[in-house]
């Protein structure tokens, strides 16, 4: 039961935040989602299965809900809460605005901060030494060669960090510094070890040493992913001391499975591993130990085996190139089977490359014990360090690779996708790629099951009004004690909003349906001053550029023409100026899309978001789905589609008082069968059908 005293603090906190909070509208759907948090995190429902997932409309204002639902209960039960977003506008929200405010109003003791992972910080070690230092060698440390530019940019910098006018985060850069630059003094797992004397001081392990110190964490998926792929507790605290809130949780199935795959070049893997070599035999001569030079020896022999078979395998692509299709020069294996000639090798090279990333961790080894025993100098050691933690990193990844492509799959669960491409390249190479095309009981095993208590919330989790597609995708059932709750928009859809179908002689599959939609979208703008145009592809949204620009080039805003940021604050400078804005954009338009008021009156959506299946893992799934008896285009495509369109209509209103057209340009609303429940699914707008 939730303790007597937490559920006072919730309701004097409640009634403080309505004072606070200038034009606060109490709503009921935020008071019931606040205490189903708190009540199924503390085991109310089910002890054994404290997790509830939300769906929150628009408005119900589900960050204030998720903070008081958690926050006071962690607190009394001595636990954390870590928030993980999607999305750096959010993280930011949450930061700067909505946790400041809950802390003041509440009176509450708590410590907050947002976690970046590693990469997100510079590695001092490594910028001091690429700065230029007389005893090193700089152009080994370098992985191209630079410009005199690029250093002077990397010493400007390090200025600032000394001279305190920049913390070291790759968010608060002082000047713009290209990928590849930053790629080289970012900070990484294997070489910026807070046991080395030259990194205790360094931005990423300074700014952990205040994370234990925080009640609530912020983060990323990716960073969150990256503490459960090491069991947890590593990055984060230990999953059984954390209330988890997953914010914009539709994102989740799809984070889960990039982070679980992997892929690695056949001749490109070749060429680092004899860097590999060079730099095995640095620690050799830099190591005074003679038990140095056993495992050196050793993974010399075990990265030329490992060589020898992918130089193997790349000769052998080459003399097959028919397995590879024409379009997409892609080989991909029908149900995750590697036929028999790739079977063996596939066993070689995951028993070679694990055996190649022992030897080599053992090496790391050995040169710490030298740097912790002082016999090696520091300008040596970082320069070493860094080319130690490149090749772990590459050599990782390749072991991970192999041992995937290797795997026998559970008959039981899906099988992984596999697939190899051709990178036409100067060397002609092929990339090796394996994923999970089903991601739900790992998350089980790495989340579900170890979690103090977990929210999983988003203004759009349903499909089809129901949550059976989301609950599959992330490892959950509808019936295994999780707590499900699905909570209205408070916004009066039915007067403030009308959903248009208009009368269309085409529909998406016909060749002259891009005309017709250009046509339709003279005519739609009219007389308009804001309006929104998503489209599913880039290739019909340039077609229709091309054929309306003569007529509204001067009020087009293209998405790619400049920065999402830069167009919405130019379609934002029209609207205030009373001039007519139209954007174009595509499916990342439709989603974190915040234009509230005169900003966005008429939004226009050329075709219902379908997923065409072209990326071998949607091809694999698609295949898993119609070998097990189903149908794919029901059982994937038109719940996702169901989301995607919720989430392109919510681009509308965005505040209570918001008002304006919706258009659907895409007859098979009315003409297929699927049409009346993806229109069911959607808020309850006037609808206006031609």
């Known amino acids: 039961m939730l303790p007597d005293t937490v559920k006072t603090q919730i309701r004097t906190i409640y009634k403080a935040v309505a004072t606070a909070m200038p034009n606060f509208c109490p709503r009921r759907e935020q008071n019931y989602m606040v205490a189903e948090i708190a009540k199924t995190l503390v085991g109310e429902y089910d002890k054994n299965r404290p997790i509830i997932v939300v769906e929150a409309g628009t408005g119900i204002g589900k960050s204030l809900s998720y903070i008081l639902g958690t926050i006071p209960l962690a607190l009394a039960t001595k636990k954390k809460v870590c928030i993980a977003t999607a999305t750096v506008a959010l993280q930011e929200q949450l930061m700067n ?72 985060e790759l968010d608060t850069l002082p000047h713009p510094l290209p990928d590849h630059l930053w790629q080289q003094i970012a900070c990484d797992k294997h070489s910026c070890q807070r046991g080395h004397p030259s990194h205790r001081q360094c931005p990423f392990h300074l700014a952990r040493e205040d994370m234990d110190e925080w009640d609530v964490i912020i983060v990323n998926h ?43 070049t056949l001749r490109g893997s070749v060429d680092w591993l004899e860097k590999a070599l060079k730099t095995s035999k640095k620690l050799q001569d830099l190591i005074k130990s003679t038990q140095v030079i056993a495992p050196v020896q050793q993974f010399q022999d075990d990265a030329g085996e490992l060589a020898r078979l992918l130089t193997l395998l790349a000769g052998s692509l080459d003399a097959n190139p028919t397995m590879f299709t024409n379009i997409d020069n892609r080989w991909r294996f029908e149900h995750g089977k590697l036929p028999q000639q790739l079977t063996t090798i596939a066993h070689d090279l995951a028993k070679a490359s694990a055996t190649t990333l022992k030897q080599f961790t053992r090496l790391q080894s050995l040169l710490n ?15 070493l360090q860094t080319d130690v933690g490149f090749t772990l990193q590459r050599l990782e990844n ?11 799959d559970n008959p039981k669960g899906a099988p992984m996708a596999r697939w190899i491409e051709v990178i ?39 499909a089809l009004n129901k949550f059976d597609h989301f609950a599959h995708q992330v490892g959950l059932s509808l019936t295994d004690g999780s707590r499900y709750l699905a909570l209205d928009s408070p916004f009066d859809f039915k007067n403030n909003a009308t959903l248009f179908l208009p009368k269309m002689r085409t ?78 954009g595509t499916g990342s338009f439709s989603e974190g899309l915040d234009l509230p008021g005169d900003y966005l009156t008429n939004l226009i959506i050329t075709k219902l978001p379908f997923s065409v299946p072209t990326s071998p893992v949607e091809q694999a799934h698609a295949e898993y789905i119609k070998l097990r008896g ?56 006037r609808r206006v059908i031609e």
């Open 424 to 462: 036409s390249n100067r060397q002609n190479d092929f990339l090796v790629c394996a994923s999970p095309i089903e991601v739900g009981y790992m998350l089980d095993s790495m989340l579900w099951e170890k979690a103090a208590g977990v929210v999983l919330c988003s203004a759009t989790l349903r």
């Open 507 to 584: 529909e998406p599959t016909e060749d002259s349906y891009t005309e017709e939609l250009a046509k339709l979208i003279l005519g739609l703008v009219e007389d308009e001053t804001a309006t929104l145009v998503l489209f599913t592809s880039y290739w019909q949204m340039e077609k229709v550029t091309e054929l309306v620009k003569s007529k509204l080039g001067q009020y087009l805003l293209i998405q790619g023409s400049d920065s999402r940021q830069a167009l919405l604050d130019k379609h934002k400078q029209q609207c205030d100026a009373g001039k007519v804005s139209i954007l174009f």
């Open 97 to 168: 605005k909505d946790l400041p405010f809950f802390k003041e109003v509440s009176q509450l003791d708590f410590r907050y901060g947002l976690a970046k992972g590693r990469q997100r910080y510079v590695c001092l070690a490594k910028l001091e030494l690429l700065c230029g230092d007389a005893n090193v060698d700089q152009m080994a440390l370098w992985q191209t060669k630079p410009d005199n530019s690029q250093v002077e940019l990397l010493q400007s910098l390090l200025k600032d960090y000394h001279d305190k006018r920049w913390n070291g």
């Open 398 to 408: 390749i072991s991970k690779l192999w041992k995937m492509m290797a795997k026998e």
């Open 630 to 685: 189903g149908n794919p285009f029901m059982q994937l495509t038109i719940p996702d589609a169901s989301r995607k369109l919720i989430q392109s209509c919510g681009r509308l209103l965005r505040k209570e008082q918001d008002y304006g057209r919706i258009t659907i340009l895409d007859r098979r609303l009315v003409t297929k069968r699927y049409g009346q429940s993806l229109l069911d699914s959607l808020p309850p707008y």
């Open 222 to 264: 990716n960073l969150l992913f990256a503490d459960l792929e090491l069991g947890g507790g590593i990055i984060l605290p230990d999953p059984s001391e954390l209330y988890y809130v997953i914010d914009e949780a539709h994102h989740l199935p799809g984070v889960a499975r990039d982070f679980s795959s992997a892929q690695a």
């Open 369 to 383: 014990e030298a740097i912790k025993d002082g016999d090696v100098a520091k300008a040596q050691a970082d320069s």
